[in-house]
């Protein structure tokens, strides 16, 4: 079993066929917006997929070491580079389809926007933070910084994931529609908890 | 404030004019109507009578113009055309698919697909309001009575949502002054408290205690007896969907669209003003009085402008919000001198 899981992760179409899979939205966001069947509100749908894309993306490179130890395949460490990048991507297209659709890409509305409300400033420091983990993400860059400190810059995705779940949670606050978010908030705090436990353990032994 | 000498609507915008197509569509229409010797001044409402009297084919141009009409899935519900001061809008229709499909109706889920695919379970007869508190006779209306207290009208308003959408909608009612004056208000009416229904057993979202049930929503008695605040009890001449709050519901025009309480079971006539369902769950977001306010945002986002539902595409700019929704010259003057910033 475990060495099958290996071969499956190992096979070169594994990690085109998880993108295409992953970006697989993308495909019916744009057929739908360029049919009109996105239903009432549109433009509500694109934004809110691409975050909840974003997320999901973002929760399933986190889980990438838990299901290493867990299942003892070391092979899934070759996706955690792909879902981060898929995860930036889906943000960015939040950040575009945000910009777009609700700011008509305003850059003063944008700016006011984000200094006025805290759930919009959440979110762009989550982005902005993404920036450099995407930018270090090739192999020189892990060279260049050295493995030890490229892996402290990259824990700034715990950060991140924080940030989001604040943004989810404030946007839903102002309508009390908090039952998307609860999900979420339950598997991030799955994934970190699980950290934080190995590190307690290791520091008893 | 300045005086508008615009009869009734007040169009300040350039977006609020009304499209080419459409009033091209109003003068193909007006060509029909001389053509069958009717060429009455009915131009503003040629556009949206086009349709229905081309199905009625030929025939002479009727007595009294056509009313909006539904899919014909729900009973009819005949009115008359209201003559109320900006009881029309000039603006495209929303279409019925989307009045009846994307809408807020928490006791239905927190979705805005939720209600209508969850408020089959409403049972919306028998039904009645009761109506009592700081008045002369209170009473209990069957709604049987409540559909008779009054002539029903035919009112198209815009429709904003807190949310930031907006939509154009043909209710049939009456004002809610009809039923208030029944009961005769004391001089100690002050405010109106409309109580809607909380029964679990036909509404799942009361499972979830998000908001303090029942649905409570308040106005000023001044507000209430304003001729344009509206008992609905259809919409596109149809009874209304459950969805929407059959069977009877408030529609205030000028406040955001959560002030419109559905399925209503009371009316209380008070001297103190009452706090709302969403003034209650947070304070700091949602004021008692809840007028479309371009100029005071959401806490969480900005109000000076709204995507009109199924008209503005997927890529085009918002368009701005207009103060009290646009019924300023109706409703300015019921808050003369007050700071709406504080009275939010």
């Known amino acids: 079993m475990k060495a099958r899981l290996g071969a499956v992760l190992m096979h070169p179409l594994c990690k085109p066929v998880v993108a295409l899979v992953l ?55 070759r996706l955690r580079r792909l879902l981060g990048l898929l995860t930036f991507s889906w943000a960015m297209l939040h950040l575009l389809t945000y910009s777009w659709l609700d700011m008509g890409f305003y850059l003063d509305d944008i700016v006011r926007d984000t200094v006025k409300r805290p759930f919009i400033l959440v979110g762009m420091l989550a982005l902005l933070l993404m920036l450099p ?48 978010v609860a999900v979420y908030a339950a598997l991030l705090a799955a994934l970190l908890g699980w950290r934080v436990r190995r590190l307690l353990g290791r520091g008893t032994h | 404030m300045l005086i508008k000498t615009d009869q009734g609507y007040a169009h300040p915008i350039a977006s609020e004019i009304t499209p080419r197509a459409v009033f091209e569509e109003r003068r193909a229409f007006l060509r029909s109507l001389a053509v069958v010797g009717a060429g009455t001044p009915l131009g503003l409402w040629a556009a949206r009578d086009a349709r229905a009297q ?86 209990t209306f069957g709604i049987e009575d409540l559909l008779k207290l009054a002539p029903m009208e035919e009112r198209i308003y815009r429709l904003r949502c807190v949310e930031g959408w907006s939509m154009v909608v043909p209710w049939v009612g009456y004002s809610v002054s009809n039923i208030l004056r029944a009961v005769e208000p004391t001089g100690k009416a002050k405010f109106v408290e409309f109580v809607t229904l909380a029964d679990r057993a036909q509404m799942p979202g009361l499972r979830s205690s998000v908001l303090d049930w029942p649905y409570k929503e308040g106005l000023r008695l001044d507000e209430a007896l304003h001729p344009l605040t509206l008992m609905a009890f259809g919409l596109y001449g149809e009874v209304l969907p459950n969805q929407n709050g059959a069977p009877l519901r408030l529609v205030v025009p000028w406040k955001y669209g959560f002030k419109s309480a559905k399925s209503i079971v009371k009316i209380r006539l008070l001297e103190r003003q009452p706090r709302s369902s969403w003034e209650v769950a947070i304070p700091s977001e949602y004021g008692f009085y809840s007028n479309v306010n371009p100029k005071v945002d959401h806490p969480r986002w900005s109000q000076a402008t709204e995507r009109r539902i199924g008209e503005d595409g997927v890529f085009q700019r918002k368009r701005p919000t207009l103060m009290f929704n646009g019924y300023e010259a109706q409703v300015g003057q019921l808050y003369a001198g007050m700071d709406l910033r504080k009275f939010y």
């Open chain 1, 133 to 180: 983990l995407a930018l270090t993400s090739f192999n020189a860059a892990v060279k260049a910084l050295g493995s030890s400190r490229w892996k402290r810059l990259h824990q700034a995705v715990y950060a991140v994931a924080l940030l989001a779940i604040l943004h989810f949670f404030w946007m839903r606050a102002g309508k009390l529609n908090f039952g998307d």
């Open chain 2, 54 to 139: 081309a199905a009625g084919a030929s025939a002479a141009a009727p007595a009294a113009p056509a009313l909006t009409t539904g899919p014909g899935k729900l009973a009819r519900l005949p009115a008359v055309r209201s003559a109320i001061d900006g009881a029309f809008v000039m603006d495209k229709l929303t279409a019925y698919e989307h009045v009846a499909g994307y809408n807020n109706y928490y006791e239905f889920g927190l979705e805005k697909s939720d209600p209508a695919r969850n408020a089959h379970t409403l049972r919306t007869r028998p039904w009645t309001v009761s109506v009592e508190g700081e008045c002369a006779k209170p009473r």
């Open chain 1, 23 to 77: 970006l697989l939205p993308l495909v019916a966001l744009v057929w739908g917006a360029l049919n009109d069947t996105l239903g009432a509100n549109p433009a509500e749908t694109l934004i809110r997929n691409s975050g909840e894309m974003a997320l999901r993306c973002l929760l399933l490179t986190l889980a990438v070491t838990p299901l290493r130890e867990w299942t003892g395949v070391a092979a899934f460490a």
